[in-house]
């Protein structure tokens, strides 16, 4: 929590995920997922661009947006994911 306070990407990445998946005893809830995973791909998270492009190419938690998927799996495949 301590790192996610303090605008830590990837820490922010990791409670996106756990949200996603209910884990850590928080409910699940692919919103406040999708929430954290945008917020930590702006600060440069390649592991948020990631789960953000599945998410909206396949339209988990979300409407599918093919061409936003597409540019956030290209983001994280640029960065190294």
Same mark, same amino acid.
């Given at each position: 929590?301590?790192?996610?306070?303090?605008g830590?990407a990837e +820490?922010?990445?990791?409670? &996106?995920?756990? %949200? !996603?998946? *209910?884990?850590?005893?928080?409910?699940?809830?692919?919103?406040?997922?999708?929430?954290?995973?945008?917020?930590?791909a702006?600060?440069?998270?390649?592991t +948020?661009?990631?789960?953000l &492009?599945?998410? %909206? !190419?396949? *339209?988990?938690?979300?409407?599918?947006?093919?061409?936003?998927?597409?540019?956030?799996l290209?983001q994280?495949?640029?960065?190294?994911?």
């Amino acid at each position: 929590q301590k790192r996610v306070r303090k605008g830590d990407a990837e +820490a922010i990445s990791f409670l &996106g995920i756990k %949200y !996603y998946h *209910g884990k850590l005893g928080l409910a699940k809830d692919d919103t406040r997922a999708i929430e954290l995973w945008t917020r930590a791909a702006e600060l440069g998270s390649v592991t +948020a661009h990631h789960h953000l &492009g599945y998410t %909206y !190419y396949q *339209g988990i938690g979300v409407e599918v947006e093919k061409p936003r998927g597409i540019h956030d799996l290209q983001q994280a495949a640029m960065k190294g994911q």
